[in-house]
C-alpha cells in the first residue's frame, strides 16, 4: 500500500473518531418554529390564491 493511501485511512478513521464525540440529539431549531413558518407560507399562499381569483373575476367582467 502506498504512502497516501495509507493516510488516507488514517485520517478517515481519525475523522470517525472526532465526529462520534459532538452528537447532538437535541434539535438545533424548535418544532414551535418549524410550525410558524410553515403556516405563514401557507397563508402567503392562500392570499396569493385569493388576489389570482379576484384578478380573474375582474378581468372577465369586461
Known amino acids: 500500500m502506498n504512502f497516501s ?21 437535541a434539535p438545533k431549531v424548535p418544532i414551535k418554529q418549524i410550525g410558524k413558518a410553515v403556516k405563514t407560507g401557507f397563508k402567503i399562499v392562500g392570499a396569493a390564491g385569493t388576489a389570482h381569483d379576484v384578478y380573474q373575476q375582474i378581468k372577465s367582467r369586461g
Open 5 to 25: 493511501a495509507l493516510l488516507m485511512v488514517v485520517m478517515a478513521v481519525f475523522a470517525l473518531f472526532v465526529g462520534s464525540g459532538q452528537a447532538n440529539p
